[in-house]
């Protein structure tokens, strides 16, 4: 199976800070990683898909970028609503898709 | 817009089979992939398989032998059945959509939809 990491696992900040994650994988993946947003009792929403395109309605402060086995989310300035847990995920191959552990993002 | 509901018993018995149903509104079952992922504290979020309107399905290899999806078109549902169930497939059953997002170069998977959530338990 794919591997993937997150780190870091658990990460504080503020309203209005800049903050990156990162999502490396155990093999290249190419583009074919996507990232996901929970909040608390709800199901994950999708965010990116193929490593930067954002998707419909997903606020322009999101982005995402890298390729092959490194990619990174950033979010550019930290809005109230922002404060969830963000997972990777890989769609190279589906036997089997995986994702990576999450990263808790909270309120410093 | 696209709306899935998972349904089924919350509470299973070990040894016993688990059973949980998706309706889909606001798309039809014809199109795309229909899949489920499930998230317990202790494995993260694991993809169980998916179903294609053909009836085609592919399955975690490490679920494989206990895991059955199934659709039915006609009534805009697919389900799961995993037999054999232990305390370790306690967890949140999620059904999603698994759409491709095409370029001019190739086609990207993602779980562009998800249900609620189903918490199923698997207790005595």
């Known amino acids: 199976d794919i591997q993937l990491t997150q780190s870091p696992s658990s990460l504080s900040a503020s309203v209005g800070d800049r903050v990156t994650i990162t999502c490396r994988s155990s093999?290249?993946?190419?583009?074919?990683l996507n990232w996901y947003q929970q909040k608390p009792g709800k199901a994950p929403k999708l965010l990116i898909y193929a490593a930067s395109s954002l998707q419909t309605g997903v606020p322009s402060r999101f982005s995402g970028s890298g390729s092959g086995t490194d990619f990174t989310l950033t979010i550019s300035s930290l809005q109230p609503e922002d404060f969830a847990a963000y997972y990777c995920q890989q769609s190279y191959t589906t036997l089997p898709y995986t994702f990576g552990q999450g990263t808790k993002l909270d309120m410093k | 817009q696209v709306q899935l509901q998972e349904s089924g018993p919350g509470l299973v018995k070990p040894s016993e089979t688990l059973s949980l149903t998706c309706t889909v509104s606001?798309?039809?079952?014809?199109?795309?992939?229909w899949t489920w992922i499930r998230q317990s504290p202790g494995k993260g979020l694991e993809w169980i398989g998916y179903?294609?309107?053909?009836?085609?399905?592919t399955y975690n290899p490490s679920l494989r032998s206990r895991i059955t999806i199934s659709v039915d078109t006609s009534i805009n549902q697919f389900s799961l059945k995993m037999t054999s169930v232990t305390a370790a497939d306690s967890a949140v059953y999620y059904c999603?959509?698994?759409?491709?997002?095409?370029?001019?170069?190739?086609?990207?998977?993602?779980?562009?939809?998800w249900g609620p959530g189903s918490l199923v338990t698997v207790s005595s």
């Open positions: 179903i294609h309107d053909s009836g085609s399905t």
């Open positions: 093999q290249n993946i190419k583009i074919y």
């Open positions: 606001g798309d039809s079952l014809n199109t795309y992939y």
């Open positions: 999603a959509r698994d759409r491709p997002y095409c370029s001019s170069i190739s086609c990207y998977r993602t779980f562009d939809s």
